[in-house]
């Protein structure tokens, strides 16, 4: 299940930014697609994640009503949605797969990675 992440870029805070990730080759019949992010010199940190088919979703606390997770079952696609960026968004952000639901937020249980793409917030 190779992952393609991509959409980042520079942003002042306050601005928006959306990243896809792309999956290809083949699926799982329920899976999870997870957004994780990365600071420098910080461990990998939980950013939310969507269920698949059913889509359910679920936030950090840190990002929840800023950011949104939805997906586009016919592309395989699913999408991070980034509002209102603070500086402290700052990070290369990764997305995962994992088969069945996943609850836990840490990045165990998610099998496959996507190479990860940068956002950097300026203040």
């Known amino acids: 299940l190779p992952l393609v992440a991509s959409g980042g870029g520079l942003v002042q805070a306050g601005g928006s930014l959306r990243l896809s990730c792309a999956a290809s080759?083949?699926?799982?019949?329920?899976?999870?697609m997870g957004w994780f992010r990365q600071a420098p010199g910080k461990e990998r940190e939980f950013v939310g994640r969507?269920?698949?088919?059913?889509?359910?979703?679920y936030y950090a606390d840190s990002v929840k009503g800023r950011f949104t997770i939805s997906k586009d079952n016919a592309k395989n696609t699913v999408y991070l949605q980034m509002n209102s960026l603070k500086p402290e968004d700052t990070a290369v952000y990764y997305c995962?797969?994992?088969?069945?639901?996943?609850?836990?937020?840490?990045?165990?249980?998610?099998?496959?990675w996507g190479q990860g793409t940068q956002v950097t917030v300026s203040s």
């Open positions: 080759g083949r699926t799982f019949i329920t899976y999870t």
């Open positions: 969507i269920t698949w088919p059913g889509g359910s979703t």
């Open positions: 995962a797969a994992g088969a069945g639901v996943i609850t836990s937020m840490r990045p165990r249980g998610y099998i496959y």
